[in-house]
């Protein structure tokens, strides 16, 4: 079963706007990664944020936490063409542990 | 891709054959992940290592075994092909980090089609 389900599955937007995808799980976790992936590669991992973390940033990335709520949100700012792809959130197990739950994935379509 | 190759990258074969797909890292990572992923349902995790000779099962393994002889090595292994095993193959690897956390790094997948 997923952990964690993104919302919305498909975001079209133009060059220039933000992005903004969320992330709802289920559990308690020790802490909730993104990872993107573009058509027919591999995930390459964008960002880890801790459950005793509220918000971070990397470049033009921002993610935030709320473990109350349990979920996520990823902001993708001034966006580019080059950020079409496929964005997933991951969760890893309350305690710490190698292994992640996927969620099903938020399709992102930056258009010129 | 983080040093992952995995071979081979495209795959055909038909229902009852034995399949093996082979993940191989430089990096030398402690933990190594099989998972497919297929439209609607995600990634979702097949067997994990978590060193030569020690792997788990996860969420969806029958139908699979894994092996991991070398470090650097972890082979995922259809016993008998089945149509519903057609799907997209990842391979990831992790090291542990500080407080539990642990980044996956992912190989560029094999498609695999049982006819």
């Known amino acids: 079963s997923q952990q964690g389900e993104e919302d919305p599955q498909a975001l079209s937007i133009q060059e220039g706007e933000n992005a903004t995808m969320n992330c709802s799980y289920k559990t308690s976790i020790n802490n909730l990664q993104w990872y993107r992936q573009n058509s027919g590669r591999g995930l390459v991992h964008l960002i880890l944020?801790?459950?005793?973390?509220r918000e971070k940033h990397s470049g033009r990335l921002r993610v935030t936490l709320d473990t109350s709520k349990k979920s996520s949100s990823l902001l993708i700012t001034a966006s580019r063409a080059a950020d079409t792809a496929s964005y997933f959130c991951a969760t890893g197990p309350t305690g710490g542990g190698n292994k992640l739950t996927f969620g099903t994935g938020t399709q992102l379509k930056v258009e010129l | 891709d983080a040093g992952i190759t995995q071979s081979p990258r495209h795959k055909v074969t038909e229902t009852g054959t034995p399949v093996t797909l082979r993940c191989h890292q430089t990096?030398?990572?402690?933990?190594m992940y099989w998972y497919r992923q297929d439209p609607g349902h995600g990634l979702r995790l097949i067997h994990y290592?978590?060193?030569?000779?020690?792997?788990d099962k996860g969420e969806v393994s029958d139908g699979y075994s894994v092996s991991r002889s070398k470090t650097e090595d972890f082979l995922l292994t259809l016993e008998s092909a089945t149509s519903s095993q057609t799907s997209v193959y990842f391979c990831?690897?992790?090291?542990?980090?500080?407080?539990?956390?642990?980044?996956?790094?992912f190989g560029p997948g094999t498609r695999l089609t049982v006819t």
């Open positions: 944020i801790r459950s005793n973390e």
């Open positions: 990831a690897i992790s090291e542990s980090r500080s407080q539990g956390a642990y980044e996956q790094y």
């Open positions: 990096e030398n990572h402690r933990y």
């Open positions: 290592s978590y060193g030569v000779k020690d792997t």
